[in-house]
């Protein structure tokens, strides 16, 4: 990495490899690699020890400093690498840490493609199939999209000639991410757990001689004044829930928002509306496990399902 030749240093450390303290949010000194790290004369074991030991050596030496691209999983993902790396380089040498903090790169970039853990499973058809003892074959979906903002003072390698989306700003495309495919995935999930499924894609599936799993037509995006032009007794839908899945300003990025409009066939108490009405958090059920119906015409319900205090009925076979 000292070597002038060296222009971009990339990072692929997973979130955990951040040393971020889960409480502060801010660079966590008390990890033992990092103690080591600091201590003077150490062999750095940590890539932040590796890294800022090799920007000291460039920087001793007169030569431009690479830039650090990180390309992990994490919104935001190279002001978090500047903010951990900076704070390492400052504790290290002051002078250091402000040279770093003056000189050194790192864009952001948004990386998306499904890779789960490996198993067993996936080694046995590795050396099945291709005859390759590979310890850790990694699986992935067809899918992928890597958005990377250009900001590398000392050039880069051609990434738009294999499909990188080179752009000044990742931002929009980080939340459109979060709020349209990480926040209905979620969606999906806790209503198609609800309705007894344990796969995504099996909430998702339709057509053949298998009726439209309810997951489908529970994730629905209506709007309040749409909620109310199709208003029943009292101003209000019935049987409806109107939830707003991603995109609302005052949710935090994948949080479901769900409002108690009307029991269907019977008002609801304003302290239990109150009470439905909250923010759903982004692990685990629905509480209540109200439903939701993404048209305005009245639905026939499928199979009633028990809540606290209420009742959950799966909308039918049609998407929104």
């Not at 978090?80 to 903090?101: I, S």
């Not at 005859?131 to 003072?153: K, N, R």
């Not at 049987?239 to 769900?258: F, H, I, K, N």
């Not at 119906?293 to 639905?299: G, N």
């Amino acid at each position: 990495m000292a070597d002038p030749a060296t222009r971009v240093v990339s990072l692929t450390v997973t979130e955990g490899g951040y040393n971020i303290h889960a409480v502060t949010g801010e660079f966590d000194t008390r990890t033992p690699d990092v103690v080591h790290d600091l201590t003077e004369g150490a062999a750095p074991r940590t890539s932040f020890g590796l890294v800022v030991e090799a920007l000291r050596r460039r920087r001793d030496r007169g030569v431009p400093p690479f830039t650090v691209s990180s390309c992990d999983n994490i919104q935001g993902n190279g002001d978090v690498a500047r903010a951990m790396f900076g704070t390492f380089a400052r504790l290290k040498d002051a002078g250091l840490g402000a040279w770093v903090a003056e000189n050194v790169h790192f864009p952001n970039s948004m990386v998306d493609r499904i890779t789960p853990q490996t198993t067993d499973d996936d080694r046995a058809q590795v050396a099945e199939r291709f005859g390759i003892a590979d310890g850790w074959p990694v699986v992935c979906e067809p899918f992928t999209q890597w958005v990377l903002q250009e900001d590398f003072p000392l050039g880069r390698p051609p990434y738009e000639e294999v499909g990188v989306q080179v752009v000044d700003d990742v931002e929009p495309y980080e939340l459109m991410k979060l709020r349209l495919l990480n926040a209905s995935h979620q969606g999906l999930c806790y209503f198609g757990y609800l309705a007894g499924y344990r796969l995504v894609h099996r909430g998702q599936l339709t057509g053949g001689d298998r009726a439209a799993p309810p997951g489908r037509e529970w994730l629905c995006n209506r709007s309040r004044p749409a909620g109310r032009a199709a208003a029943g007794p009292g101003g209000r839908p019935p049987g409806r829930v109107e939830m707003t899945v991603v995109g609302c300003p005052r949710s935090r990025p994948g949080a479901v928002e769900g409002r108690l409009w009307w029991r269907r066939g019977q008002r609801r108490s304003g302290r239990h509306r109150r009470r439905c009405a909250r923010s759903w958090p982004t692990a685990g059920p629905t509480p209540g496990g109200w439903s939701a119906h993404p048209t305005s015409a009245p639905y026939t319900p499928t199979g009633p399902r028990s809540g606290p205090g209420c009742t959950t009925q799966a909308a039918p076979g049609r998407s929104s």
